[in-house]
């Protein structure tokens, strides 16, 4: 398995809980964007505890719109999972690679350009777990056994 296989078909031939949990963060994807695109504050104060409440009506609208737009994003990208998943399964090692990154500059940023909140929100967690997480999904939707086997036998 590689990462830019030469054809991309729907052969998947990492370990399966690599699979099944793509297949779950593909779901979660989802369900968050559209939280994002239809709370009516975009899931920032309900969920991410961005006191939109002590902003001026313009500033929280704004930050609202930020927020669905985010939404729509993810929505894309939840939708271009689905079709990794449904049709072109080797494509899931580097469907990972973009988890890893997406949710390493979450952190990143989040450092860089810290908002305030009134509590610690879901993804802020998320943001310190995921990165390790999908590494070690990366790898195993490698199957880095399989490719040591087939070096071993052409030896």
Known sequence: MKVLPKEINNNYEGRKIALY???LFTIMTLVRSLIH????????QTIATIPLDTFTDEGASA????????GLSQLIMGIFYVIVSWRYRS???LMYLFIFIEYLMRFILGTLKPIETNGTAPGAIINFIFPPLVIILFLLSLDL???KKLNDVSR
């Open 37 to 44: 695109i239809f709370a009516p504050d975009g899931g920032a």
């Open 145 to 147: 056994r399989k490719a």
């Open 91 to 93: 494509l899931i090692p």
């Open 63 to 70: 930050v609202i719109l930020i927020f669905s737009l985010w």
């Open 21 to 23: 949990l793509f297949y």
